[in-house]
């Protein structure tokens, strides 16, 4: 998961992208970059959040009406501030380029374009050899003068070679602004526009529609699954389906990793994160439980708490206070960083919770670390009985589309049912989504999506590559042995047959 912006407009876009960044800082806080085009390309990036990578004498550097802006976070690769976006090559004519999610077909293509494209390499990020891929389909094009349709064919053969999730921007020099989608739509990319009374147009391409409300653009709609999308240096705008869309976006999007003010694909965070409230409440009215007071775990699932408080006819109350100034735990780097970091994520209002059978709504359990420290505190707090619902179902395997949940070891659902799962992280009740009304959710915001990919929810992986070998090698690469840490954490006893897989 990451956050891409590009901008072409009637003025120096540095700012905006800047701004657009820190709107889009949720989906990454690894590292951050910004390049502009203005006779040639201008760059920075560097590890960190916007605010720190980026400082006044940089922003005066990046001059240009036309640019591009990445945020990152860990998955594959390392940490190396060399693997910060954008990347960008001389030939031919001079592309810059921004990915978010992930090529699984990586090593495949990497032999193909050291030793038959005979292009060179200076990572091991999947972006920058999708952008080497870009460069040696232009050059097959074999025209010295780009037109659109040079453009879309050369996207055919890009199509043709990548597999994975991609949704890409670029900036050829001296020519414009190029956006793609993979077939299968994973990963969101968004398209909008901005007029102002003046004769030429501006444009923006986005990985939520947040950034677009934001910089005050009007959101035209998603780039499609399939879809290749030019904006000349003129600003004219050509759009093309370039291969057959087969809808499978990312319902994780939905769930956690998408700002609730934000559209994907015509449908609206919020208001599928209040859909899933509303499920999920149905479902526990059937446990006939005495709750006193519904409280959310800030901030992803108040929208869906909301809901279900509504609809169970209980008080819904803010009982736990979140540090703003502490990132999110998920796409932290590192289990030890993470347990140390919800310590001073979240602090419990006592009077809210004293001597109160209290449900917490969470977005999902993936560790089980966070719901586990969650439970104390709320115990701590006073609490008589404290019960857990998720607004997901059970995750049980890895993604290979660019979320970082790669090793079936880390997912504490891996190999425990729902009470043994309450047990670990110390609750009196728990309750999971069901994924078809987790599916229904998201789908009523859009009925044209035909399907989503939830594969780490144990459905199918749409790209239809997936191999075991593909998975077992993700198990090396990735897996860190945090599912022991976890063991040791819990305390609890655990099956043999559990302890035997690590």
Same mark, same amino acid.
């Given at each position: 998961?990451?956050?891409?912006?590009?901008?072409?407009?009637?003025?120096?876009?540095?700012?905006?992208?800047?701004?657009?960044?820190?709107?889009?800082?949720?989906?990454?806080?690894?590292?951050?970059?910004?390049?502009?085009?203005?006779?040639?390309?201008?760059?920075?990036?560097?590890?960190?959040?916007?605010?720190?990578?980026?400082?006044?004498?940089?922003?005066?550097?990046?001059?240009?009406?036309?640019?591009?802006?990445?945020?990152?976070?860990?998955?594959?690769?390392?940490?190396?501030?060399?693997?910060?976006?954008?990347?960008?090559?001389?030939?031919?004519?001079?592309?810059?380029?921004?990915?978010?999610?992930?090529?699984?077909?990586?090593?495949?293509?990497?032999?193909?374009?050291?030793?038959?494209?005979?292009?060179?390499?200076?990572?091991?990020?999947?972006?920058?050899?999708?952008?080497?891929?870009?460069?040696?389909?232009?050059?097959?094009?074999?025209?010295?003068?780009?037109?659109?349709?040079?453009?879309?064919?050369?996207?055919?053969?890009?199509?043709?070679?990548?597999?994975?999730?991609?949704?890409?921007?670029?900036?050829?020099?001296?020519?414009?602004?190029?956006?793609?989608?993979?077939?299968?739509?994973?990963?969101?990319?968004?398209?909008?526009?901005?007029?102002?009374?003046?004769?030429?147009?501006?444009?923006?391409?986005?990985?939520?529609?947040?950034?677009?409300?934001?910089?005050?653009?009007?959101?035209?709609?998603?780039?499609?699954?399939?879809?290749?999308?030019?904006?000349?240096?003129?600003?004219?705008?050509?759009?093309?389906?370039?291969?057959? +869309?087969?809808?499978? #976006?990312? &319902?994780?999007?939905?769930? $956690?990793?998408?700002?609730?003010? =934000?559209?994907? @694909?015509? *449908?609206?965070?919020?208001?599928?994160?209040?859909?899933?409230?509303?499920?999920?409440?149905?479902?526990?009215?059937?446990?006939?439980?005495?709750?006193?007071?519904?409280?959310?775990?800030?901030?992803?699932?108040?929208?869906?708490?909301?809901?279900?408080?509504?609809?169970?006819?209980?008080?819904?109350?803010?009982?736990?206070?979140?540090?703003?100034?502490?990132?999110?735990?998920?796409?932290?780097?590192?289990?030890?960083?993470?347990?140390?970091?919800?310590?001073?994520?979240?602090?419990?209002?006592?009077?809210?919770?004293?001597?109160?059978?209290?449900?917490?709504?969470?977005?999902?359990?993936?560790?089980?670390?966070?719901?586990?420290?969650?439970?104390?505190?709320?115990?701590?707090?006073?609490?008589?009985?404290?019960?857990?619902? +998720?607004?997901?179902? #059970?995750? &049980?395997?890895?993604?290979? $589309?660019?979320?970082?949940?790669? =090793?079936?070891? @880390?997912? *504490?659902?891996?190999?425990?049912?729902?009470?043994?799962?309450?047990?670990?992280?110390?609750?009196?009740?728990?309750?999971?989504?069901?994924?078809?009304?987790?599916?229904?959710?998201?789908?009523?915001?859009?009925?044209?999506?035909?399907?989503?990919?939830?594969?780490?929810?144990?459905?199918?992986?749409?790209?239809?590559?997936?191999?075991?070998?593909?998975?077992?090698?993700?198990?090396?690469?990735?897996?860190?042995?945090?599912?022991?840490?976890?063991?040791?954490?819990?305390?609890?006893?655990?099956?043999?047959?559990?302890?035997?897989?690590?």
């Amino acid at each position: 998961m990451c956050g891409i912006i590009g901008i072409m407009a009637n003025r120096v876009v540095s700012q905006e992208i800047y701004d657009g960044l820190t709107v889009l800082q949720h989906r990454g806080q690894d590292s951050a970059g910004i390049m502009t085009y203005e006779d040639c390309f201008h760059l920075k990036k560097g590890n960190g959040l916007v605010r720190d990578v980026f400082h006044t004498k940089n922003m005066i550097r990046l001059r240009g009406s036309v640019g591009i802006g990445h945020v990152r976070y860990p998955t594959a690769g390392s940490n190396d501030a060399a693997e910060a976006q954008p990347f960008y090559v001389n030939s031919p004519f001079g592309l810059a380029m921004i990915h978010n999610g992930n090529l699984t077909n990586y090593d495949e293509l990497k032999e193909e374009v050291l030793k038959v494209d005979l292009r060179h390499l200076n990572t091991k990020s999947d972006s920058e050899l999708l952008l080497n891929i870009f460069a040696r389909a232009l050059r097959e094009v074999e025209s010295s003068m780009l037109t659109p349709e040079h453009i879309f064919k050369a996207m055919e053969g890009v199509f043709r070679r990548l597999k994975g999730s991609y949704s890409v921007i670029g900036i050829i020099a001296d020519y414009g602004m190029i956006a793609f989608r993979d077939p299968y739509g994973i990963r969101p990319l968004c398209l909008g526009k901005r007029e102002n009374g003046e004769i030429i147009p501006e444009y923006i391409i986005s990985s939520e529609s947040v950034a677009v409300d934001t910089l005050g653009y009007k959101l035209i709609g998603d780039i499609q699954p399939g879809e290749a999308v030019f904006i000349d240096m003129k600003r004219n705008l050509f759009r093309k389906q370039v291969v057959k +869309s087969n809808w499978a #976006p990312c &319902i994780f999007e939905h769930v $956690y990793l998408a700002r609730p003010d =934000s559209i994907l @694909d015509d *449908v609206s965070v919020y208001k599928a994160r209040m859909r899933m409230g509303v499920r999920l409440a149905r479902k526990i009215k059937e446990a006939n439980l005495q709750i006193d007071v519904v409280v959310p775990v800030p901030d992803s699932s108040r929208s869906a708490a909301l809901s279900l408080a509504s609809e169970l006819g209980i008080n819904y109350r803010e009982g736990l206070v979140k540090n703003r100034y502490i990132g999110r735990t998920f796409i932290m780097p590192g289990q030890e960083i993470r347990r140390k970091s919800i310590k001073y994520k979240l602090n419990p209002i006592k009077l809210e919770l004293n001597n109160r059978n209290v449900l917490l709504v969470d977005d999902s359990i993936v560790r089980g670390n966070t719901s586990k420290k969650i439970v104390e505190m709320v115990r701590q707090a006073g609490a008589k009985n404290v019960y857990f619902a +998720s607004c997901a179902p #059970p995750l &049980i395997n890895p993604c290979l $589309y660019g979320v970082d949940m790669p =090793s079936k070891r @880390d997912f *504490v659902a891996n190999d425990l049912n729902t009470e043994e799962i309450c047990r670990v992280i110390g609750a009196d009740r728990l309750f999971y989504q069901d994924i078809e009304d987790l599916l229904e959710s998201a789908q009523k915001g859009n009925p044209r999506i035909t399907g989503f990919c939830y594969a780490c929810m144990g459905g199918k992986y749409p790209t239809g590559d997936i191999t075991k070998e593909m998975l077992e090698k993700a198990e090396l690469s990735r897996g860190d042995g945090q599912n022991i840490e976890r063991l040791m954490e819990t305390g609890d006893e655990m099956k043999e047959d559990q302890l035997s897989l690590l």
